[in-house]
């Protein structure tokens, strides 16, 4: 068990090094910022002074090993365009972030967890087939386009929400709904198959035979049991929706972290897309790492298995 | 027994009609074919030219509705374009990039999940590795980041959408593969002294080339709604090309004025065809393929 945590772990850290490299290389080929930096024309000599500034005349493996050396003391560097820490600028928009998966969370838990039920108390019927479709679509919606009908819906002809920015309740409500659509899809679909497999057990037939109403079989019996699945993928997803939010941010102007990363690219600012990328790589690599050292406590056959 | 004879080889199952199998996705299909044809003979049923148009003939609303006409049946976008034309070359821009992506992601993705299974060792670690770090970026902010390095273009889009969406096949793949390995048929073509590019070719991939088509067909909806988003943030499809997420794009101009089809129409059919590939894809999966139930 140890050896299999320790190879774990060993993988996971590769993974961020190998990680922190591509991004690291990626970055850099995606152009020079000080062209974007310097006022059209500059010359040679300003735009030299701007590469060392930003310690871009450096031979590479330098940079890198800079960039590494400051990352393990838990140091981002500093944004070009900015001129601040990029853990500073990251800070200020994970709030955004977490308040935007949260609520999105709460819409796709809201939705998927009581039509999964629906769906399974009733498999094979109406509800179960209109519960399939309604899956179906939240994995074929393109959350962009629902956040623009949304806008066209509840901003341009009811008038109730505003369509863009943040600061009060109404601004988060449209971006969560658009952004946990596709999330409630998924919780519908696993909430279903969780349903199904206890409403099968022995315990919730013990249950019925003891003629307990149906109502308290499956809202006490056999719902608690299921939702041990769901609610491990919510909190993977959790992490998932802050990474994925960008096409929803973007469509909303909501501040979130994705907004970060792709102005981050456009404006080449490199310190804060490897910054953004690396914590976002790490939290998922985490997150994966967590999943694979439980299911390993769980069951001794994937130890083995390696 | 002979051993060099095909030992994979199975009995071909009598030819069924396809569309007479229980729960066959027919309208799905039907969806899909209509869409395909659309694109092939884009030219010959778009009734204007996808990227030209005229202002004086701006926002124009669909035909049904108050200052429409039959002239443009689905309306005009802030540059007087046929927003009908440009919907049905849409439908070319997305299959192109969809089937292509879908199986440039396939070839490599299995090509190197067959590799990595069979030949395990430091090949499946490097590959493996390379996997994990891959999947820990999502998708998208991946194809944002390599767009912003090749610049925007159509055959770009292809290979971007490829570069990171091959994973899924791999490991998919790969695990097949750990289990195929084990199986008589390749001990007796390695005992028959088959090179292990020969296996690969001849044993394994015949047998693992269910999966990927059921995966191609289950990858084509998340590429076509991923490159639509590309394109929708403007480091997709370069404009004024007519590409159903560029329409999108478009559309904002006048979302907040309530022109309502420049939004509305572009996405409807993204839905239709990615809910029809995703659908024609589940059935494939339970049919095809029992092992990829767990999906």
Known sequence: MKHYIARRVGYSLLSLLLLSLTIFLFVRVTGDPASLLVEPGASPQDIENVHRQLGLDQPLWVQYWQFIASLAQGDLGQSFYYRTPVLDLYFQRLPNSLLLAAVAMAFSLLIGIPSGIIAAVRVGRMWDSAGKIFALLGLSLPSFWVGLVLILVFTVWLGWLPSSGSGTALHVLMPAFALGWYFAAAHMRLTRSSMLEVLGSEYVKLARLKGLPEALVIGKHAFKNALIPVITLAGINLVVMINVAVVVEMVFAWPGIGRLLYEGISFRDFPVVQGVVVIGGAMIILVNLAIDIVYALIDPRIRLAG | ?295
């Open chain 2, 1 to 295: 027994m002979s051993v060099t004879t095909h030992p994979t080889a199975v009995p071909a199952p009598a030819p069924i009609a396809f569309w007479r199998l229980k729960g066959f996705p027919l309208i799905p299909v039907l969806i899909l074919l209509l869409i395909a044809l659309v694109a092939i003979f884009a030219d010959v049923l778009a009734p204007y030219d996808p990227e030209i148009g005229s202002l004086a003939r701006r926002f124009r609303p669909p035909a049904w509705q108050e200052g429409g006409s039959m002239a443009h049946l689905l309306g005009t976008d802030h540059v007087g374009r046929d927003v009908l034309s440009r919907l049905m070359y849409g439908a070319r821009v997305s299959m192109i990039v969809g089937l292509a992506a879908v199986l440039f992601a396939g070839v490599l993705g299995t090509f190197l999940g067959i590799v990595s299974g069979y030949l395990g060792g430091w090949v499946d670690q490097v590959i493996m590795r390379l996997t994990d770090t891959w999947l820990a970026l999502p998708g998208l902010t991946f194809a944002i980041f390599l767009a912003a390095i090749v610049g925007p273009s159509e055959l770009n889009i292809i290979f971007i959408l490829g570069g990171v969406y091959w994973t899924r096949y791999a490991r998919v793949i790969r695990s097949e593969v750990l289990s195929l390995k084990e199986r008589e048929f390749v001990n007796l073509a390695i005992v028959a002294g088959c090179s292990r590019r020969a296996i690969m070719w001849h044993h394994i991939l015949p047998n693992v080339i269910n999966s990927a088509v059921v995966l191609a067909t289950l990858m084509l909806g998340i590429v076509i709604v991923t490159e639509a988003a590309l394109s929708f943030l403007g480091v997709g499809v370069p404009p004024p090309r007519p590409a159903w997420g560029l329409m999108l794009a478009d559309g904002k101009k006048g979302l907040m004025v309530g022109y309502w089809w420049l939004t509305v129409l572009p996405g409807l059919c993204i839905m239709l065809m990615v809910l029809s590939a995703n659908l024609l894809g589940d059935w494939l999966r339970v049919k095809l393929d029992p092992q990829l139930r767990q999906l």
